[in-house]
Nanobody
């Protein structure tokens, strides 16, 4: 069982930055691929970024590539999402998720690749 707790959300102006954190319980954190997803009001949840268990591979939604950076610290059981140059369309509830799946790189964006989900943190970008 893995429990995930997100933090770091808030209200920021267009062009601003936020860093989300997701702290995980458990002793096998490094075995899990970690993803960040978001869901805006009235829209489906979408994958934003993913990182392999070792941290050696990262993946991004095209609209956030170059603005967002996912990273992890396996010694601290924590995954991060650094978000720069935020835009109003980034407004959403952001969720982190943990999953163990073969060929993570081909599946990082799929909800079904993840077994555990956090409760979400709100990010609001004002124009």
């Amino acid at each position: 069982q893995v429990q995930l707790v997100e933090s770091g959300g808030g209200l920021v102006q267009t062009g601003g930055s936020l860093r989300l954190s997701c702290a995980a319980s458990g002793r096998t954190f490094g075995a899990y691929g970690m993803g960040w997803f978001r869901q805006a009001p009235g829209k489906e949840r979408e994958s934003v970024a993913g990182i392999s268990g070792s941290g050696g591979s990262t993946y991004y939604l095209p609209s956030v590539k170059g603005r967002f950076t996912i990273s992890r610290d396996n010694a601290k059981n924590t995954v991060y999402l650094q978000m720069n140059n935020l835009k109003p369309e980034d407004t959403a509830v952001y969720y982190c998720a943990a999953g163990r799946v073969l060929i993570y790189g081909e599946n990082w964006y799929r909800d079904g690749a993840y077994n555990y989900w956090g409760q979400g943190t709100q990010v609001t970008v004002s124009s």
